[in-house]
RNA sequence: GAGUCGGUAGCUCAGCUGGUAGAGCAACGGCCUUUUAAGCCGUGGGUCCUGGGUUCAAAUCCCAGCCGACUCACCA
């Protein structure tokens, strides 16, 4: 290992360590409460056994503070030599650094400063690190250096490790509301033969056993819906979706999508069930309905959240008048609000584009926009009145399209012509198998799509979903 | 893929009207038995992202590249 003066000495102390027969390693240290749980017991002369990394020490000739921290939280430890021996004393100021794990005993008191502290009996190095930690005041700021060592930023930014705590329990809370009302959690294929689902440029990879090209799926809801041909009559899936599009703030090339559908059920039916599933997500993990955004504003889940039609929303913020203009006139106006699209877009693109440039980013609070024109869905019923629109909201907040939801198109003539547009006349796109199966019969169903990271940033008030994705995308280091 | 901004010690940062690199913390040595961003004395530590160019002289100016952030495009 190259290095600089500080791995330098610690491999030294790791080598003297060894030589002197103590394992720098450890193994198996029985920890018998957390850090958490040690402070809300804080009777004095109580003993206590906990492990932790080392964040700060301050040495005081004689004996010495420090700071041991783990999951879920901190406690002072106090070292005193005449405590301890003199040679364990020792071998603490000169063999232990910031950033080691160690196991500790000892017993709790409080200082005269009024801090919960671990007189420290005992301890065990039970892992010597090679590389420095920088001191926790200073933490680790280069965005850089934490998504690349999201360990360091997991340890020295309790801002990011809460937000991953967070992100498990509304997971967790997700998955507890749906089976709660008898949804059944599947898995479905993340390779597919065929990329369906959805309208986006798939990775590619190959079986080499069957010499078979492969896609990562994009959307899991051809087998989902094979599933509601097969019997099952409420069904989700909570897994990563693929697709080989460009990064931002708000696009991972892998991302999380829970896809929800309920046979019998509507796009009202999952209203109701998204609505419910939030607000209760929320108030499990947050105790609350109101969230603040990273900018300061706040966004307010209280129930029953506004509905709204595409064409009333559009007429709201645009004009009345709008959906009177000739489609020449339409890509004017939008021209000149500074909006773009293809020359040769058609018209319901021109107004999609209006609607998602300047009117979806300013939707805060929960807002279900109801009804968007057919071309723009190929998967969802026709309304029953207007041939024109589908039955289907997108359900925006925070400024992002968080679910979209269809009353099912179960009608498989239908599916297979709007699918065949869809592909622009190429047949062998077709998900055949799929469009079998929807002969079979597929029951009326509601269903519903909902990206877990953008979930969970709206709900964390995160800026970034880099802030809520572990590991997410980087070109490797040079 | 395009534009803008950024990359200096282990960490956080300063230095960028060009004059040959600094601070705090961390490390190392010493003092100190209730500190908590502990304090005091001393020491070491740099491919200033990489490669070219301009210049007597480049961390600093110019060009190209790498990586990241943001915005746009593709999309959820």
């Not at 080598?15 to 957390?34: C, M, N, S, W």
């Not at 002369?45 to 921290?69: N, P, Q, T, W």
């Not at 469009?435 to 940033?457: K, Q, S």
Request: aromatic fraction near 8%; charged fraction near 30%.
């Amino acid at each position: 290992m190259e290095g600089n003066d500080q791995i330098q000495a610690r491999l030294e102390k790791r080598a003297k360590l060894l030589e002197q027969g103590i394992d720098p390693y450890g193994g198996r240290f029985d920890v018998h409460e957390t850090i958490a749980v040690a402070r809300a017991n804080p009777t004095p002369e109580r003993d206590v056994r906990l492990a932790g990394r080392l964040m700060s020490h301050r040495d005081m000739g004689k004996s010495m503070f420090a700071d041991l921290k783990d999951s879920s939280g901190r406690i002072q430890l106090y070292i005193q030599k005449k405590v301890l021996n003199d040679e364990q004393f020792e071998l603490f100021k000169h063999f232990v650094d910031l950033g080691d794990v160690i196991g500790v005993t000892g017993k709790l008191f409080v200082t005269h400063a009024g801090e919960l502290t671990v007189r420290v009996e005992t301890f065990t190095v039970l892992s010597k690190a090679i590389r420095p930690l920088p001191k926790e005041h200073f933490g680790i700021k280069d965005t850089e250096t934490r998504l690349r060592q999201r360990y360091l930023d997991l340890w020295l930014n309790d801002k990011s490790r809460e937000t991953f705590l967070l992100r498990s329990k509304i997971v967790s809370e997700i998955r507890k509301y749906l089976d709660g009302r008898g949804f059944v959690e599947v898995e479905t294929p993340m390779m597919q033969p065929l990329a369906g689902g959805a309208a986006a440029e798939p990775f590619q990879t190959h079986h080499n056993a069957l010499d078979l090209d492969l896609f990562l799926r994009v959307a899991p809801e051809l087998y989902l819906k094979r599933l509601l041909v097969g019997g099952y009559e409420k069904v989700y899936e909570i897994n990563r979706n693929f697709r080989n599009e460009g990064i931002s703030r708000r696009h991972n090339p892998e991302f999380t999508m829970l896809e929800v559908y309920q046979a019998y059920g509507d796009f009202e039916t999952m209203m109701e069930l998204v609505q419910g599933m939030i607000v209760t997500v929320a108030e499990n993990v947050f105790d609350q309905l109101t969230v603040k955004r990273y900018d300061g504003t706040e966004i307010d889940l209280t129930p029953p959240w506004r509905r709204i039609t595409y064409r009333e929303i559009v007429e709201e913020r645009i004009g009345k008048e709008w959906f009177t203009l000739s489609p020449g006139d339409r890509k004017l106006r939008a021209t000149q609000m500074g909006v773009e699209f293809p020359p040769d877009a058609p018209d319901y693109e021109v107004t999609n584009a209006i609607f998602e440039k300047t009117i979806e980013p300013t939707l805060m609070n929960p807002t279900f926009v109801t009804h968007l024109p057919a071309e723009l869905v190929v998967l969802a019923k026709p309304n029953k009145q207007d041939a024109g629109i589908v039955d289907v909201f997108e359900l925006i907040i925070n400024g992002q399209e968080i679910a979209p939801a269809y009353s099912e198109l179960n009608d498989p003539v239908v599916q297979r012509s709007r699918l065949l547009e869809q592909a622009a006349g190429h047949a062998e796109k077709l998900d055949e198998d799929f469009l079998t199966a929807l002969e079979h019969g597929m029951p009326p169903a509601g269903g519903m799509g909902i990206g877990i990271d953008r979930l969970v940033m709206m709900l964390t008030g995160a800026e970034s979903i880099r802030d809520v994705i572990l590991f997410p995308l980087l070109r490797p280091q040079a």
